[in-house]
């Protein structure tokens, strides 16, 4: 009762206060427990308007950066997605709602295991994961009508751009370590589109593309 009213007040105060129109994406958000994503110790910032540490150095990311990474990659109900860092996998989570079947991205072996264990909390069955370098995509399930990358990347990986299908779209954060701006990477007829939006704070992505 405590984190649903928490969470109500997150969606209205973060998310819909700051553009956040896309009413399914609304929806994700309400159905999704952010204290479960977590850590024990935390859970009473769960619905905190910043990103919180899931070890490792590493973070779940701001509600709102999820919400607008999320609307920005205009996710559709037959989409298959590529997710490049699973972290807590509430990206996923989210996402699980929104489109078919998502395969996410950990280097982090105890990440993938702990984010594993959070989306079985959920119930959630459309949701694959794979440990090893985003980087270089997953060749072995493209191609993804949609692409999302949660940490900071140097550049567009080239890869990752080839295993967008057509009329795919790509969201990913752009720059060096300590700014990115967040990137529309959008496939027509062959032809790419990029289109920079928000600027945001990532963990960086590291790996053969990545720093
Ligand atoms: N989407 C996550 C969530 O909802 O909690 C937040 C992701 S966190 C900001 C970035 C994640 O990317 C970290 O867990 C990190 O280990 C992972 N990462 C960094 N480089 C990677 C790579 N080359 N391949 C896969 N994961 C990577």
Redesign the pocket.
């Given at each position: 009762m405590y984190y649903d009213k928490l969470r109500t007040e997150m969606v209205n105060d973060q998310l819909k206060t700051r553009g956040i129109t896309n009413e399914y994406v609304i929806e994700s958000f309400e159905k999704v427990k952010r204290e479960l994503?977590v850590p024990e110790n935390l859970k009473n910032m769960a619905y905190n308007d910043s990103p919180l540490p899931?070890g490792?150095k590493?973070?779940?990311?701001q509600p709102y950066i999820?919400a607008i990474m999320t609307q920005l990659l205009n996710p559709e109900k037959e989409n298959i997605v590529l997710?490049?860092?699973?972290?807590?996998?509430?990206?996923?989570a989210i996402l699980s709602y929104l489109v078919k079947r998502i395969y996410s991205?950990?280097?982090?072996r105890e990440?993938r295991i702990e984010a594993q264990n959070n989306i079985k909390k959920h119930n959630i069955k459309n949701v694959f994961f794979i440990q090893g370098?985003?980087?270089i995509g997953a060749s072995q399930y493209e191609p993804f009508d949609r692409i999302i990358v949660?940490?900071a990347s140097p550049k567009v990986p080239q890869i990752l751009v080839d295993q967008l299908s057509d009329n795919g779209i790509m969201i990913i954060p752009v720059g060096n370590i300590n700014l990115q701006f967040l990137k529309k990477v959008e496939k027509k007829d062959g032809e790419i589109i990029i289109t920079d939006y928000d600027a945001c704070r990532?963990?960086p992505?590291?790996?053969k593309n990545?720093f």
């Open positions: 994503f899931i490792f590493q973070t779940i990311s999820v997710e490049v860092g699973t972290g807590s996998g509430y990206q996923a991205m950990e280097r982090i990440l370098d985003g980087t949660t940490a990532f963990v992505l590291i790996g990545g």
